[in-house]
């Protein structure tokens, strides 16, 4: 079952040239494309099935900076900035608001991180509140139990997942941009080493820039170029609720369960973690790349099936740019919904949150996480292919971060004073270590 999205009338005809192509429709694309526009460049956003259909509209919607690596923090909070800025600039609604997000629990390790990592932020000027036991139950009342601590983070947010991606393509058109729906790229054209043209399904653009915002077709893409990008994913499955329940918190984190309320009331929910991990060649290729981060997470993990392997988006083959690709064939990645997932998020979230007890599911769908092997994004030109800007391995942040990221993109493109340090982002550091760990406090 499809994740809920707005959809948006976009033209058919394809320009002969622009000064960057944008490949990807998610958030962290139409973001980028958004702040190109604005800065006098013509561009392009090619996407080959429909905006945000793909993990930008099956996430949770939490633009958070608490418990970001310490990599990513600068970039989550300047992201916050920024969805307050769109909102102000623009007429469309992304359904952001600064809710503050609340998370619960009784692990005293579990405290004891999160204490650590608001001692963290702090020497960055990120305000988090530790709950002491009492404030944890009292924030928490709609669980009806007590609880030993928590965290509340005052200046994080949500936006709607359904309809944000959507909002920012329209800003980008009113500015003079050009999407193209179901208008997959096959591939680009070099001349004298550097980025000429990119190819679609629909015929050239000849241009100097691209940027490759493609989620987790990105490492397959790349492949095609003759580019090594370790890049995996895993299979999601959330629900959604009608609305009508009162009295539970906008964003709320706890081990059994998570709950985000949605612009039209209803809550999404999901159990933070809970994947299944489908076999692809990809999957078997980088493999060993994502040894320590199945180490940290196999309690959360479980196999899956085929699935991902049919789906075409972790694939090794490589394609003609004169014949239909994997893309064309997957316009919109759609996969089985893990149906004992699901009634194990809603038997939890009933017995964790008794508002909820008679609340009716609105919907279920599944989404592909891609990650890289640090659990941060690469972003940056290929060293390889001057002109091509990699954006992708947002490793289930790309959601929040997206305005930032976007922006950072748009500055490497110009040339301009980047947003935050591109240092750690360079797509080139996947290359230097197979054992990639992500920072602790």
């Not at 043209?197 to 015929?203: I, L, R, Y």
């Not at 929040?400 to 748009?410: F, N, Q, R, V």
Request: hydrophobic residues 40%; charged residues 20%; proline residues 6%.
């Amino acid at each position: 079952m499809p994740a809920p999205l707005v959809r948006i009338e976009t033209v058919s005809s394809q320009p002969e040239s622009a000064d960057v192509v944008v490949i990807g429709g998610g958030i962290v694309g139409v973001f980028a494309a958004y702040y190109l526009v604005r800065r006098g460049l013509k561009v392009v956003l090619v996407e080959k099935g429909l905006i945000g259909a793909e993990q930008s509209s099956r996430n949770w919607g939490w633009c958070r900076q608490q418990n970001r690596d310490a990599r990513e923090l600068p970039i989550a909070t300047k992201s916050l900035d920024l969805w307050d800025q769109f909102a102000a600039e623009t007429d469309e609604d992304t359904g952001f608001r600064r809710c503050g997000l609340l998370y619960l629990s009784d692990n005293e390790d579990e405290l004891a991180g999160w204490a650590r990592w608001r001692d963290f932020a702090r020497t960055v000027g990120v305000t988090t509140h530790m709950l002491s036991s009492t404030e944890a139950t009292e924030r928490g009342n709609a669980t009806g139990k007590h609880w030993k601590g928590g965290v509340f983070s005052p200046s994080d947010g949500t936006a709607d997942p359904s309809k944000a991606a959507p909002a920012v393509a329209r800003a980008f058109t009113k500015a003079g941009g050009v999407v193209l729906q179901n208008c997959a790229a096959r591939g680009i054209e070099t001349s004298g080493g550097q980025l000429s043209a990119v190819v679609t399904e629909k015929g050239t653009i000849r241009t100097k820039f691209a940027v490759l915002a493609g989620g987790a077709w990105a490492s397959s893409f790349c492949n095609n170029l003759g580019v090594r990008f370790p890049q995996a994913s895993v299979r999601s499955s959330i629900l959604s609720v009608e609305p009508g329940v009162k009295g539970l918190p906008d964003a709320l984190h706890t081990a059994e369960v998570s709950g985000t309320r949605r612009s039209d009331g209803g809550y999404t929910l999901a159990i933070s973690g809970r994947a299944r991990v489908d076999v692809t060649p990809q999957q078997i290729r980088f493999g060993r790349h994502f040894l320590p981060m199945l180490a940290r997470r196999w309690r959360s993990l479980a196999p899956g099936g085929l699935e991902g392997w049919r789906s075409g988006h972790e694939t090794l083959a490589r394609w003609r740019l004169d014949e239909p690709t994997p893309m064309e064939r997957m316009r919109i990645l759609d996969p089985a919904v893990d149906e004992g997932t699901v009634f194990e998020i809603l038997r939890r979230a009933r017995h964790l949150l008794p508002g909820l007890a008679k609340a009716r599911i609105a919907s279920k769908w599944a989404g592909y996480i891609d990650s890289t092997p640090d659990g941060v994004p690469a972003i940056g030109e290929v060293p390889s292919i001057p002109g091509f800007i990699l954006a992708a391995g947002f490793s289930g942040h790309g959601f929040g971060i997206g305005p930032g990221a976007g922006h950072l993109i748009a500055d490497i493109v110009t040339g301009r004073w980047p947003l935050v340090d591109p240092a750690p982002y360079k797509p080139e550091r996947l290359a230097a270590s197979v054992w990639g760990r992500v920072a602790e406090f």
